[in-house]
């Protein structure tokens, strides 16, 4: 269109559809080398977010290795990650279903090498010498708390499984050195949180197999471990936070030895096993990814000189998976803030770029795609937060003379996690339409050194609120955003800031919860082992402090909560059930405010299925313009709006 078409902000018309952000990609993470095969992860909501492992062979043949009725998924934690390991062509998994572990043979089906259990597995290591697989279980099978240890599991056909490491409350990362004579893990106990206070600890593997006396080298009260991997030499590299900085560190001849020390983030929050942010390319080199400032870049690092070499990549974002590397190669997800998240391969040599597989093969007109704008903000008590900004942003509209446009905060989940500026259709779906998006890196967000992710500590449900708040009224200070118009969503923890925010400050006119949080006291009680003690940092130890809880849950004041609001949420949700938001609706339902409740069946922590990420998304955005008073451009499936 030659002359943009003048439109409200809010009825632009978009190709950016529901049903494209749900069904037009699929993620990828998870990446194994094998030889000079390479292994992926790829999640797929057009096939009821099943995850399959794909493979692409030497000879650059893509297929997929996971048959159908199998579903590539750990339930350890709740949240799950590293579900799979390849060795020798041979892949394993745990399979959803059941959470057993299969053995895949090329070109044969699944075979199970679990028992029927309640039982649940993740984080492989295969250890060739004893033909058994080495691997953090989770049991279930008692009455109280799930029980974490590191086994191993025989690959000969017998069943018994040997508990190698045991009596910590949380598990990770059990690592094999190349010769198999060490067994490196980690470990963190209650209240901590594996970015609280992860310890790393070393072990001789005796002749029976089991690890002899450990040896704790990093980790413990304010130096949270993470990520240890074995070089070829027997090096041990792992990244610690001694210095209030997640930083890489190496452990060799008994000693341990800073690599390069900086100010910032080598580092991520522990969420999802597997989670890497750098490999071992060989003896000399590792490949690593590092957050400066909220922003995420890849380099080389010399670590006989310690000589930190930014690699000049077309990406800003490289996920939680991180690198692989295997000479002078490296393999990693990027994406940048116009383009969706790809399958990468870098030559270290020439730095020649090769695609193997994207996340998206639709293509999408830039003239519809809205770039982050990097805002830094004043916020309570003096200090700065940080956070992406998207203006409205589509070639065939443009608002009116003088209006200004709706803004729509988001409020990240975790909370201990971060927002990023890689391609978000998600985002892209509401800008298109005429909709600012401010996406908050609050006080407790990771990305921003340890000391700002303490601006949390004890403050949940204020800091991360303020941040927000401070946001958008900065925003609408500057003319970015009509103040009037202001708007806040969250899912989980972010659904929880959003609710806060809505009950405590008058600031937003309407929100949308995502499977949020809206009673501490009974998240604390109910939810799983992985998070159970995590609200005693956040909010403070319970019950001893259920004074506070109940000061901070929005639904014991009703009272102040005015604002029209949407609920969504998933009915076999185990980390937030479904209470949280059925209590929360019904409260506002009687109390006569706005509000609709939408549910999911087979739906989780997450909204995985297509047809779950279509409803949702149109739902909410039917919500807002019913309640804001914009037009849609195109017709979607009116919700049921109580009150209203």
Same mark, same amino acid.
């Given at each position: ?87 020798q ?32 597995y993740?984080?492989?290591?295969v ?20 029980i ?24 990770? $990362? ?18 901590? =949180? ?20 450990a ?22 590299y792992?990244?610690a ?20 020390p =900086? ?16 490999? #071992? ?16 870049? =890849? ?14 990549l ?109 391609? $978000? ?15 908050? $890196? ?30 958008? =009224? ?12 202001l ?37 604390a ?44 949420q ?5 980390? #937030? ?64 709006i109580? $009150?209203?």
């Amino acid at each position: 269109m030659t002359h943009p078409q003048i439109a409200p902000y809010g009825s632009w018309r978009s190709p950016i559809t529901a049903s494209l952000v749900a069904t037009s990609g699929v993620s990828l993470s998870n990446i194994v080398l094998d030889g000079d095969d390479i292994y992926w992860l790829e999640g797929r909501p057009a096939e009821g977010g099943r995850v399959v492992v794909v493979r692409r062979a030497a000879d650059g043949a893509i297929a997929d290795v996971t048959p159908p009725g199998f579903n590539v998924r750990t339930r350890v934690h709740e949240y799950g990650g590293a579900p799979y390991t390849v060795d020798q062509g041979i892949v394993y998994f745990s399979n959803f279903a059941d959470q057993r572990i299969y053995r895949q043979r090329p070109g044969a089906a699944p075979e199970p090498v679990t028992p029927e259990a309640p039982l649940r597995y993740a984080d492989f290591e295969v250890d060739r010498q004893r033909n058994r697989l080495i691997g953090v279980r989770e049991d279930h099978s008692g009455n109280g708390e799930a029980i974490n240890t590191i086994v191993a599991i025989p690959l000969d056909g017998t069943v018994e499984q040997q508990v190698l490491v045991e009596g910590a409350d949380f598990y990770a $990362n059990p690592r094999l050195s190349p010769d198999g004579r060490w067994l490196a893990w980690l470990s963190w106990n209650h209240p901590n =949180m594996p970015w609280d206070a992860a310890e790393l600890w070393v072990a001789p593997v005796r002749e029976d197999g089991a690890p002899g006396p450990a040896e704790r080298i990093a980790g413990g009260p304010d130096d949270a471990a993470f990520q240890p991997t074995w070089g070829p030499d027997g090096t041990l590299y792992f990244v610690a936070e001694r210095t209030g900085w997640w930083n890489l560190y190496r452990w060799r001849n008994g000693a341990v030895e800073a690599l390069c020390p =900086m100010e910032a983030e080598f580092g991520l929050p522990l969420f999802v096993l597997g989670a890497r942010t750098y490999a #071992v390319e060989s003896a000399d080199r590792l490949v690593c990814t590092y957050i400066e400032r909220g922003m995420q870049k =890849m380099a080389t690092l010399d670590v006989q000189r310690g000589m930190l070499t930014s690699l000049d990549l077309p990406f800003s974002d490289f996920g939680v998976s991180g690198p692989c590397a295997a000479s002078d190669r490296v393999f990693f997800v990027g994406a940048s803030p116009a383009t969706p998240a790809a399958l990468v391969m870098l030559d270290l040599i020439n730095g020649a770029l090769t695609t193997i597989r994207h996340s998206m093969e639709v293509q999408i007109d830039p003239g519809y795609i809205s770039m982050p704008q990097v805002i830094e903000f004043p916020t309570k008590g003096g200090v700065t937060a940080f956070g992406f900004y998207y203006p409205p942003h589509n070639r065939d509209f443009r608002a009116p003379d003088g209006e200004k446009p709706p803004l729509l905060v988001r409020s990240h989940g975790g909370p201990t996690s971060a927002a990023s500026a890689s391609f $978000n259709l998600r985002i892209q779906f509401w800008t298109s339409r005429g909709i600012a998006v401010m996406d908050v $890196n609050y006080g407790g967000s990771t990305g921003f050194g340890r000391a700002y992710r303490q601006r949390l500590d004890g403050q949940w449900g204020i800091v991360d609120v303020d941040d927000c708040c401070s946001a958008a =009224m900065y925003l609408a200070a500057q003319g970015l955003a009509d103040p009037k118009r202001l708007i806040i969503t969250g899912g989980s923890a972010g659904g929880y800031t959003a609710l806060a925010a809505l009950a405590f400050r008058n600031v937003f006119k309407v929100g949308a919860s995502y499977y949020g949080v809206s009673d501490l006291e009974a998240l604390a009680r109910d939810t799983h082992k992985f998070e159970s003690r995590y609200l005693d940092r956040l909010v403070g130890p319970y019950p001893e402090r259920v004074d506070v809880y109940r000061e901070r849950s929005p639904i014991h004041h009703i009272e102040r909560l005015i604002c029209p609001v949407i609920f969504l949420q998933g009915l076999e949700d185990k980390v #937030v059930p479904p209470d949280q938001s059925e209590r929360m609706a019904a409260a506002l339902r009687a109390k006569g405010v706005p509000v609709a409740y939408l549910t999911f069946e087979g739906e989780q922590h997450g909204f995985r299925k297509a047809e779950t990420i279509i409803r949702a998304l149109e739902a909410e955005l039917y919500f807002y313009s019913r309640i804001l008073g914009f037009d849609l451009a195109d017709p979607v499936e009116p919700i049921a709006i109580d $009150n209203l």
